[in-house]
């Protein structure tokens, strides 16, 4: 049973373009959380989602930022426009349906490196 | 109200030893309290987490105590080993806001040979 896959593991992206972030979640798990971690600092929360809907993005930049999960595929974390401020690392976590769903497994990130 | 308070920031102990981390949180509606490792490069991995209906919860070497009424729990590695040498962040969640977690700022830990 694979864990939770990020891909890409590194991106990098010079100032105003897209940076597109996805994430599997592991099998049988259909929520999905997107974290971001600013060196030296702990994670700090974006969005949460489940298959076709966002149900918390509280954490989520008002301009630029978007999340999906859609039926089939990955989530995807698209992030317009990007600026220096944005390179960080971006985790996905997942949880199951029903009992235990507090429990989140991370995958590695993806770490964005704005030029 | 819904930020975790993480110290100490590092921590330097010796093999065989005792290492203790502690977090305090203010909004009581929290309900779970996981501790998560994190090594360079890799994604936080779930250690150990606690509810607080209980005052304690041990895994092997790791030990959650847990003081409801001072919004305080730590998290204790006994036996520490260089394979422990990482950082740790402790984190808190609801139900009611979906379990997402509010974490603390990490204490990177560092176990001497």
């Known amino acids: 049973n694979a864990g939770v896959m990020q891909n890409p593991r590194h991106l990098v992206r010079r100032r105003g373009q897209e940076a597109r972030l996805r994430c599997s979640p592991m099998?049988?798990?259909?929520?999905v959380y997107w974290y971001r971690q600013l060196p030296e600092e702990g994670l700090k929360f974006m969005v949460y989602?489940?298959?076709?809907?966002?149900?918390?993005e509280s954490g989520m930049p008002k301009e630029r930022f978007s999340a999906e999960f859609p039926k089939e595929g990955p989530s995807i974390l698209r992030i317009q426009q990007v600026v220096r401020g944005d390179s960080a690392a971006y985790f996905c976590a997942s949880s199951p349906l029903g009992v235990a769903f507090e429990k989140l497994f991370f995958g590695s990130g993806t770490q964005l490196s704005v030029l | 109200q819904q930020q975790v308070k993480q110290s100490p920031q590092s921590l330097i102990v010796q093999k065989g030893g005792i290492s203790i981390i502690n977090c305090a949180y203010e909004n009581t509606a929290f309900d779970y309290f996981p501790w998560y490792q994190q090594f360079p490069g890799k994604g936080p991995a779930l250690l150990i987490a606690?509810?607080?209906?209980?005052s304690e919860k041990k895994e092997g070497r790791f030990t959650i105590s847990f003081n409801k009424s001072a919004k305080q729990f730590s998290l204790h590695i006994m036996d520490s080993q260089p394979g422990d040498s990482a950082t740790y962040f402790c984190?808190?969640?609801?139900?009611?806001?979906?379990?997402?977690?509010?974490f603390g700022s990490g204490t990177r830990l560092l176990v001497r040979p």
């Open positions: 984190a808190a969640s609801r139900r009611d806001s979906s379990y997402k977690l509010i």
């Open positions: 606690i509810r607080p209906d209980v």
């Open positions: 099998k049988g798990h259909s929520h």
């Open positions: 989602l489940q298959k076709e809907n966002i149900i918390d």
